[in-house]
């Protein structure tokens, strides 16, 4: 299993983060809203809008899972975090840095989609927008298309805080 990855300027992320005030947050409907309409229009089980900080991924909006946070180093969105653009994962145990995940042998994880959401005054990444998958999948133009609708919402949302 690959480790999700940092950045050269994480220190700086992480303080951005902070000043931020959203870790550990209440759910808030806004954030809701959009995970729970990329269940119900892209058919997926899990939908999160994932903040990430300097050990774990803690979710600040979650549909189809019961838990609020995961371990940053085991993540999918730890990788999305810094990909340019849509990291699209069709089949998970197809995927060098995926196939051993815990996620994958144990939880059945294998698809994935997410896109990091950026701090307009930083433009650095700070949380992630994912669906997920028990079952492997290709996303299609339109889903594509209504996967980054729903993503720009959630940044413009998580940049209102």
């Not at 995961?70 to 849509?86: V, Y």
């Not at 998958?133 to 133009?141: A, G």
């Not at 729903?150 to 805080?161: H, I, P, R, S």
Request: proline share 4%; charged share 35%; with cysteine.
């Amino acid at each position: 299993m690959k480790k999700a990855p940092t950045s050269p300027k994480e220190n700086q992320r992480l303080e951005v983060l902070k000043k931020m005030g959203i870790l550990n947050t209440a759910p808030e409907e806004q954030f809701d809203r959009i995970t729970q309409t990329a269940v119900k229009e892209l058919k997926v089980p899990i939908s999160t809008i994932s903040i990430i900080d300097e050990n774990r991924e803690w979710f600040k909006s979650c549909q189809g899972l019961n838990v609020s946070e995961d371990k940053r180093e085991t993540s999918f969105c730890g990788h999305a975090l810094f990909n340019k653009g849509i990291l699209v994962v069709e089949d998970t145990q197809r995927d060098e840095r995926f196939k051993d995940n815990p996620h994958v042998t144990k939880e059945g994880i294998r698809f994935y989609a997410g896109i990091a959401l950026y701090d307009k005054e930083s433009r650095l990444p700070m949380a992630v927008f994912c669906v997920k998958d028990f079952k492997p999948r290709i996303f299609s133009v339109q889903e594509t298309a209504k996967f980054m609708e729903l993503a720009k919402q959630a940044e413009m949302e998580f940049n209102k805080k």
